[in-house]
């Protein structure tokens, strides 16, 4: 080596610092490439007695410059963080492992217990994580509790490595009574895809210990959202959860909302860009409103919720007492809709919370949007077992909880007579009269593990309705009966149970080209009947209200019903208005459309009407 280049060199180390037990090279930019290009540095990590800390990151280090390091860190035995991404900048793939294998080795033999290992931004690839699987495996990561490989270029094959050294650690850890307790992982641009993740999902839920999950940009789909969503209900600490630029789907948004259930200590939300939709939203608003209190910060950006599903999330968010920001950004609200969005967030003095609204898509073109949901369908596997298994497992959960002891379950299929199916495949309000006592068979089809059956189930129900006095009478108790049952259940089943009936109403854009039924005045007064009676939860009715209240060009068409269909709908969103703030307030419809005249309280509810240009039960 020229003198010269010596002499910079050992310029450049001068200006290495120590601090608080460590010694840091950060960011300085150097080459090592051999021995003598480390020689001074060797010389600090021997001189240094209870070395802790040791930053590399910001170098570039060859296979001899890091077998010479590994010799001064064997007798480092107090070392516990390592800071070394991006240390392997220009160097060949090959050699990555080599020396991955000499600096760990050399920490396996001090005796180091490892808190902390950030090998960031060095894109080694499975070989990569073949040259870190003994030292994962060690009594040295035992200790290990934030492990950051963000931007490795893993893939399948070295998320399925690492998933699996990371099981044995917590295998060999425990058997000596200290099982591994890892408390941030961060693995984001990794390629990981859904068979790299459901293995660390496996691996997550064994140690159960994690605080902090980060794994954004992973080309995940619903089903290793799916494996996660398993996972982290087994990690009660967890308190961040970033995910951003993954592929939801309302398949993966559901059994994501259905496992953050389960947690209570979640403060950081991040599902920005996963095509949570506007189904996916409103999952995860119910959560909102039964649990998450610790919650600061959520994500929903670049998702393609409407501006509906966006006030139905503003909604859960403002009740929330440490909330700080919420991001809506990038979806699909329009001018009109960001505004209204807006406004609410002010009229609940939340302003400051939401996030700029500067790259909204506008609101969504149908056609587009049918092709897009089509095409996603046709791109995933079709295998929704792991989700309808935590469905399953959740109305399980919840029929233990709300005391059914009646012998029945809502998991199992009930018998049905050769009425009900009859009724079912042609509902008429003759059928259903003949019914009689058979009726408690039509009720138990009605399951709350599948909401689009018994969204399906209902609306057949009420489309028999009539003011004939048995008929009306048979009609409204047989819906009081369902939704009865639907609403035994957590908040989550029930918001998806109403999102099913916004899908097959036209009133909500559902995934793919699902079957809509036309709206009739039945319907509607069936769902007007329901909303007044004391089951039915304040915000369920405001969440009816706000859909009712943007759709009501669906409502006067009806998909086609004639005109008088307008008069009842439009009469329903007044008293809807009105019932989801108050039982007692009294309203005045008009029966001339479209200017329907309602007078309710300035709450929480009107105010979200009054923002979205609705007040006084106009419609858009």
């Known amino acids: 080596m020229a003198s010269?280049?010596?002499?910079?060199?050992?310029?450049?180390?001068?200006?290495?610092?120590?601090?608080d037990e460590e010694l840091s090279y950060k960011g300085l930019g150097l080459k090592l490439d051999n021995a003598e290009t480390v020689k001074e540095l060797v010389h600090k990590i021997e001189q240094y007695q209870g070395l802790r800390a040791l930053r590399l990151e910001g170098n570039t280090i060859g296979v001899e410059a890091a077998q010479a390091i590994a010799k001064a860190l064997k007798h480092k035995d107090q070392l516990q963080r390592c800071h070394w991404s991006d240390i392997f900048t220009g160097r060949l793939?090959?050699?990555?492992?080599?020396?991955?294998r000499s600096l760990g080795g050399a920490l396996m033999s001090a005796g180091a217990r490892l808190t902390e290992l950030d090998l960031s931004d060095n894109a080694f690839g499975p070989d990569g994580v073949k040259g870190i699987e003994n030292l994962l495996k060690s009594p040295t990561c035992h200790s290990l509790r934030k492990l950051r490989l963000n931007n490795c270029g893993m893939g399948i094959e070295?998320?399925?490595?690492?998933?699996?050294?990371?099981?044995?650690?917590?295998?060999?850890?425990?058997?000596?009574?200290?099982p591994l307790k890892l408390r941030v992982f961060m693995a984001g641009r990794n390629l990981l895809k859904n068979e790299g993740v459901t293995a660390l999902a496996a691996a997550f839920q064994l140690i159960g210990s994690l605080k902090e999950i980060h794994l954004p940009q992973n080309s995940i789909n619903h089903l290793g959202i799916t494996a996660l969503a398993s996972a982290i209900q087994l990690n009660p600490e967890l308190s961040i959860l970033n995910l951003n630029d993954n592929t939801f789907s309302k398949r993966g948004a559901l059994a994501m909302a259905q496992a953050l259930r389960h947690l209570k200590n979640v403060q950081v939300?991040?599902?920005?860009?996963?095509?949570?939709?506007?189904?996916?939203?409103?999952?995860?608003?119910?959560?909102?409103?039964?649990?998450?209190?610790?919650?600061?910060?959520l994500n929903?950006?670049?998702?393609?919720?409407?501006?509906?599903?966006?006030?139905?999330?503003?909604?859960?968010?403002?009740?929330?007492?440490?909330?700080?920001?919420?991001?809506?950004?990038?979806?699909?609200?329009?001018?009109?809709?960001?505004?209204?969005?807006?406004?609410?967030?002010?009229?609940?003095?939340?302003?400051?919370?939401?996030?700029?609204?500067?790259?909204?898509?506008?609101?969504?073109?149908?056609?587009?949007?049918?092709?897009?949901?089509?095409?996603?369908?046709?791109?995933?596997?079709?295998?929704?077992?792991?989700?309808?298994?935590?469905?399953?497992?959740?109305?399980?959960?919840?029929?233990?909880?709300?005391?059914?002891?009646?012998?029945?379950?809502?998991?199992?299929?009930?018998?049905?007579?050769?009425?009900?199916?009859?009724?079912?495949?042609?509902?008429?309000?003759?059928?259903?009269?003949?019914?009689?006592?058979?009726?408690?068979?039509?009720?138990?089809?009605?399951?709350v593990s599948d909401p689009d059956k018994a969204a399906d189930i209902l609306l057949k129900i009420s489309s028999v309705y009539s003011e004939q006095p048995e008929t009306k009478r048979v009609v409204l108790e047989t819906i009081n009966a369902v939704f009865k049952r639907l609403f035994s259940?957590?908040?989550?089943?029930?918001?998806?149970?109403?999102?099913?009936?916004?899908?097959?109403?036209?009133?909500?854009?559902?995934?793919?080209?699902?079957?809509?039924?036309?709206?009739?005045?039945?319907?509607?007064?069936?769902?007007?009947?329901?909303?007044?009676?004391?089951?039915?939860?304040?915000?369920?009715?405001?969440?009816?209200?706000?859909?009712?209240?943007?759709?009501?060009?669906?409502?006067?068409?009806?998909?086609?019903?004639?005109?008088?269909?307008?008069?009842?709908?439009?009469?329903?969103l007044s008293r809807m208005v009105s019932l989801a703030t108050s039982p007692t307030v009294s309203t005045t419809a008009s029966t001339k459309p479209p200017n329907t005249q309602c007078t309710v309280p300035m709450d929480t509810t009107d105010k979200a009407m009054e923002a979205l240009h609705l007040d006084k039960g106009q419609g858009t």
């Open 4 to 19: 010269d280049d010596v002499s910079k060199l050992a310029d450049v180390l001068s200006k290495t610092h120590v601090r």
């Open 158 to 178: 070295g998320g399925k490595i690492l998933a699996a050294a990371l099981t044995e650690c917590h295998k060999q850890s425990s058997a000596q009574g200290e």
């Open 93 to 100: 793939r090959s050699e990555i492992p080599t020396a991955l």
């Open 300 to 447: 929903l950006a670049f998702g393609q919720i409407t501006d509906a599903a966006a006030l139905v999330v503003a909604q859960a968010v403002t009740d929330k007492p440490h909330m700080e920001k919420v991001d809506l950004n990038g979806n699909c609200l329009g001018e009109e809709g960001s505004e209204a969005l807006k406004e609410f967030m002010e009229s609940m003095d939340k302003g400051d919370m939401l996030a700029s609204l500067s790259d909204d898509e506008g609101e969504p073109d149908d056609d587009e949007e049918e092709d897009e949901h089509e095409e996603d369908n046709e791109n995933e596997e079709d295998d929704d077992n792991g989700v309808e298994e935590n469905v399953e497992k959740e109305g399980d959960e919840n029929e233990k909880e709300n005391g059914v002891s009646n012998g029945e379950s809502f998991l199992t299929k009930p018998q049905s007579s050769v009425e009900v199916e009859s009724f079912l495949n042609s509902p008429s309000s003759d059928k259903l009269l003949q019914l009689g006592e058979e009726r408690t068979l039509l009720i138990q089809q009605v399951d």
């Open 269 to 297: 939300i991040n599902f920005g860009d996963c095509l949570v939709r506007s189904e996916g939203a409103i999952a995860i608003s119910a959560v909102l409103r039964e649990g998450l209190p610790n919650l600061k910060e």
């Open 489 to 572: 259940g957590s908040t989550l089943q029930s918001y998806c149970f109403l999102s099913s009936v916004l899908v097959l109403m036209g009133l909500l854009k559902g995934e793919g080209k699902g079957r809509k039924l036309h709206v009739v005045p039945s319907h509607l007064r069936c769902l007007e009947h329901a909303v007044q009676q004391e089951y039915f939860p304040q915000d369920h009715a405001s969440l009816l209200q706000i859909f009712l209240c943007k759709n009501d060009k669906v409502l006067k068409s009806g998909g086609g019903a004639t005109h008088s269909l307008w008069t009842p709908g439009e009469k329903v």
